[in-house]
T-cell receptor, first 111, second 111 residues
Framework: DAKTTQPTSMDCAEGRAANLPCNHSTISGNEYVYWYRQIHSQGPQYIIHGLKNNETNEMASLIITEDRKSSTLILPHATLRDTAVYYCIVLLYNQGGKLIFGQGTELSVKP | NAGVTQTPKFRVLKTGQSMTLLCAQDMNHEYMYWYRQDPGMGLRLIHYSVGEGTTAKGEVPDGYNVSRLKKQNFLLGLESAAPSQTSVYFC??????????FGPGTRLTVT
């Protein structure tokens, strides 16, 4: 599995866009990029995933570079409730969905 | 729908005791997973199941056993609890290999 590198922590002002980067320079062609988040003491929550193209849903946007070696999760208008640890995970489709969580990025949204 | 539920929410065990954690999902998902999360760390996969009657080992399976006799339930057993198994245990389910839905967690302390 490709390993991911994320900053340990980030701050964002409430109402502004939060851009969370992730490096996955050893990703292979058939590995997907997933994002989950974990709000304090709760179970992780799925946010979004993608393979090559940029993706958007009601929660966030995922921008994957053309060489697929890095990606950025964008929360367009961060709120205090978006304060959480965000995990970037790379996964093969046929691995039974075995998520491997790294340390993640602790995002603090401040008023 | 209740989603993914876990029983019990909290438990304290003495070294050498046994217990079973129950995970139940009402979404008719094929895949189910057990993770553990130690303080300050990401989740680690213990065991998983890709369908009723099947189980497979994850990253950290030692000291645990699982069973998936019914599609909606996934049981995690500790035969002889050790202090190193003090952790928060999360169960998840998935309709396929993409989005996993997590339960609220079970906080286990082994003294």
């Amino acid at each position: 599995d490709a390993k991911t590198t994320q900053p340990t922590s980030m701050d964002c002002a409430e109402g502004r866009a939060a851009n969370l980067p992730c490096n996955h320079s050893t990703i292979s062609g058939n590995e997907y990029v997933y994002w989950y988040r974990q709000i304090h003491s709760q179970g992780p929550q799925y946010i979004i995933h993608g393979l090559k193209n940029n993706e958007t849903n009601e929660m966030a946007s995922l921008i994957i570079t053309e060489d697929r070696k890095s990606s950025t999760l964008i929360l367009p208008h961060a709120t205090l409730r978006d304060t959480a640890v965000y995990y970037c995970i790379v996964l093969l489709y046929n691995q039974g969905g075995k998520l491997i969580f790294g340390q993640g990025t602790e995002l603090s949204v401040k008023p | 729908n209740a989603g993914v539920t876990q029983t019990p929410k909290f438990r304290v065990l003495k070294t050498g005791q046994s217990m079973t954690l129950l995970c139940a999902q009402d979404m008719n998902h094929e895949y189910m997973y057990w993770y553990r999360q130690d303080p300050g760390m990401g989740l680690r996969l213990i065991h998983y199941s890709v369908g009723e009657g099947t189980t497979a080992k994850g990253e950290v399976p030692d000291g645990y056993n699982v069973s998936r006799l019914k599609k909606q339930n996934f049981l995690l057993g500790l035969e002889s609890a050790a202090p190193s198994q003090t952790s928060v245990y999360f169960c998840a389910s998935s309709p396929a290999v993409y989005e996993q839905y997590f339960g609220p967690g079970t906080r286990l302390t082994v003294t």
